[in-house]
Structure formats: structure tokens, C-alpha cells
């Protein structure tokens, strides 16, 4: 806990749950100056999902998603409460995105953040504009909330106030402990999940919950009166890749009724080239570094063209097949692969937020 942490709300909220679970605590200076342990930064990684730090953030708390240049955005905004993830995916990007280890909160969320979005939705409301927002940029939106409570209050917070706005919290974290139960029952909160394969969620991503469980976890929020969504990426190629895949969409729409679902999306494992050499130590099992990539116009390594227009193709016919309303859209993809693949692109719709700001006035009822 920084000095200048103390005393805010979350800090104070943080401090009681850690110590009901006898979590040792200190105070300190401030995490710019806190001495990390010499190590490699691989290791160093892996020491930070074992620390929180709680923070006295002066940054924006609220903001647009940077999406990537040169490939259609989705023009979402994000809420920011926190960085860093107790959870340990082989891909996880922020392996090489963050510079510095740890698990940060913002313990000045509540009264230097929450104005901030505050704002924005009261905005929303006097335009008419729809507001999609998000917190689960440089975080999952869940796995620490057990530690912090920052879902469950932003959530009431946020349909407390009446906007035409939803808020996604996107996680791989199955819902326990009566979390669901306390959220307000408003089809404006989406439960997303990150989905995989079987194989790669078990392999690839350490620490969250099996795929049964994200389902299980989708189903009781559907039931409830939550929307959900579901985010299939990254989508690791590898030889049975399409039918695992079909098989894992089989099962969403066997769980979940689709008029409940606001959108899927589908993106193809991407990477800087950092990412693997951090990874590849990190995780020497790991075999998802090892495919054919080609540098794309962000600078990032994505497979070929042709694989990924495939494997998109094949899965949102599968989609289709189950609903014919379902919003799919591809993350960070050209012009060019949405019409090889799906047959259009966002831009004879009105684009990609406009058919975004459609599904949420659809299915969240906004
Ligand atoms: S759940 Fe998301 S943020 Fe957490 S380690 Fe996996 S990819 Fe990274």
C-alpha cells in the first residue's frame, strides 16, 4: 500500500478483505521507488502476480480503448481501475506491454475515478449517444474481485445512473461466492468470457477456470437477466483447430439462449515479437510461438492471411447456423478479411461501432 494510497475507499475496502484472509500487508513509500528484487524480467513477472500494489493513480481514469492502428476499431471506451492479472496465459500480451511487475489498483478509484465516468454517462444521456464501456484492458475484470469488490460496485453504480450505456466485464474467472447474486439484475451489465478451445484453455491458460465452468458461469448470468458476450481470442491455430473450435461455439449456444448473447467476437493469436522470447521462457512448453507469422501493419506477428480468413469463416457460419441475429465481429481485422470471411464489412453497415451500439441496443434493452 502506497503512503499516499491511504485512507481512499478502495484502499480502505482492500485492507479489510485482505485482512479477513490474513494477508500480510505494508506500507510503503510508493511503488515508483519500491526496490523489485534483481531479477530477470521473466522471473520478475512471475514474483508481481503474487503482489498488490495499492496505488494513488494520476493518469486518466477514463478513456478510449487505443485499438490498433491501421485495422477497424470498435470505438470502445475503458474504465480503468487497475493493471496487472493474478492469472498466467502463455499469450497474455501484457507480458510485454507493462515494464514494471506487480498487480496495481487504483486505491483513488472511487473519488478521483468514478467522477470521471460519472460524467461521461450523464453526458451519454443528455446526447442520446450509447456508451460501451469497459474495464478489463490491462486487467481481467474479475480475478481479483474477491480482494476488491471493484465489479460489484461499479456495476451499481453504473445502472444507478440512466444512460443508454452498458458496461462488458470481461474475464476467464468462473462466477463463485454469490458475486452474481449481488450484481444488479440489468441486462446493461454484460458478463463476457474470454473463450478458447478445450485443449488450449487447459493448456495455455494457467490459473483459469476449466471452459465447463465459464459456460456453467455464462448460463446462471443469462438466467438472471444479465447479457453476455463471448470473445473468442486470440484463436491458436493448430491441426484440429476448426472443429475444436466448432465444438466450443456448439456449446455456448447449447447454454446460453442466443437473444441473451449481445455479440461474439473472433480474433487470430497476434504478438510482438518481444512477447515471444519473454513467453517462450516463461512457459517452455508452450508450443503457440512455434506457427508460420507474418508482420502486420501494426507491427505485430499474425498468421497468414489465408489461415485466418479460414478459420473465421468456418466458425461464424457455425455462429450462424445457431443464430442469424448474433452480432459477430472480428478484433482488429482489415476491411479486406472481413469480406473474405464474413461476407461484408463493417463499413456497409455504418461501421463497427455502429453495429456494436445495434447489438447493445438489442439485447441490453438501451
Ligand atoms: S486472463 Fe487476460 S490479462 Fe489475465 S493473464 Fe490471461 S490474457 Fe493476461
Request: charged share 30%.
Amino acid at each position: 500500500m502506497e503512503e499516499g494510497a491511504l485512507g481512499y475507499g478502495l484502499s480502505e475496502e482492500v485492507l479489510r478483505r485482505a485482512e479477513a484472509r490474513g494477508l500480510p500487508v505494508r506500507v510503503i513509500p510508493s511503488y515508483r521507488d519500491y526496490p523489485f528484487p534483481f531479477r530477470p524480467w521473466p522471473e520478475l513477472l512471475t514474483w508481481g502476480k503474487r503482489r498488490l500494489f495499492l496505488i494513488r493513480y494520476s493518469g486518466r481514469f477514463f478513456r478510449p480503448c487505443p485499438g490498433t492502428v491501421r485495422y477497424l476499431c470498435c470505438g470502445y471506451r475503458i474504465f480503468h481501475f487497475g493493471e496487472g492479472c493474478p492469472l498466467d496465459c502463455s499469450y497474455c500480451i501484457l507480458q510485454a506491454y507493462l515494464n514494471r511487475p506487480g498487480l496495481k489498483l487504483w486505491g483513488n478509484l472511487w473519488e478521483e475515478g468514478w467522477p470521471e465516468l460519472e460524467e461521461a454517462l450523464r453526458k451519454a444521456r443528455a446526447s442520446g449517444r450509447i456508451l460501451r464501456v469497459g474495464t478489463g484492458e490491462f486487467a481481467d475484470s474479475l480475478a481479483l474481485e474477491p480482494l476488491c469488490g471493484v465489479a460489484e460496485e461499479l456495476s451499481r453504480r453504473f445502472v444507478e445512473v440512466e444512460a443508454p450505456a452498458m458496461l462488458e466485464l470481461k474475464t476467464k474467472v468462473a462466477l463463485t461466492g454469490g458475486f452474481l447474486e449481488r450484481l444488479p439484475k440489468s441486462p446493461r451489465i454484460i458478463l463476457a468470457w474470454s473463450m478458447n478451445s478445450f485443449r488450449m484453455s487447459e493448456e495455455e491458460e494457467r490459473g483459469a477456470a476449466p471452459l465447463e465452468e465459464r459456460l456453467r458461469s455464462a448460463a446462471r448470468a443469462a438466467e438472471r437477466g444479465l447479457s453476455v458476450a463471448f470473445h473468442f481470442d486470440p484463436l491458436i491455430l493448430f491441426p484440429e483447430t476448426v472443429e475444436a473450435y466448432l465444438e466450443v461455439v456448439d456449446r455456448i449456444f447449447a447454454a446460453v439462449p442466443s437473444e441473451r448473447i449481445v455479440w461474439i467476437s473472433l480474433g487470430t493469436l497476434r504478438h510482438l515479437p518481444e512477447l515471444k522470447e519473454i513467453a517462450e521462457e516463461r512457459f517452455p512448453k508452450t508450443r503457440i510461438y512455434t506457427g508460420e507469422f507474418v508482420t502486420g501493419l501494426d507491427g505485430k506477428r499474425r498468421y497468414f492471411r489465408p489461415l485466418r480468413v479460414e478459420v473465421y469463416r468456418r466458425i461464424y457460419a457455425r455462429i450462424r447456423e445457431h443464430s442469424p441475429e448474433v452480432c459477430v465481429y472480428l478484433c482488429m481485422e482489415s476491411p479486406e478479411v472481413w469480406r473474405k470471411a464474413l461476407g461484408f464489412s463493417p463499413i456497409e453497415r455504418g461501421g463497427l461501432p455502429r453495429m456494436l451500439d445495434e447489438a447493445a441496443r438489442r439485447v441490453c434493452g438501451i
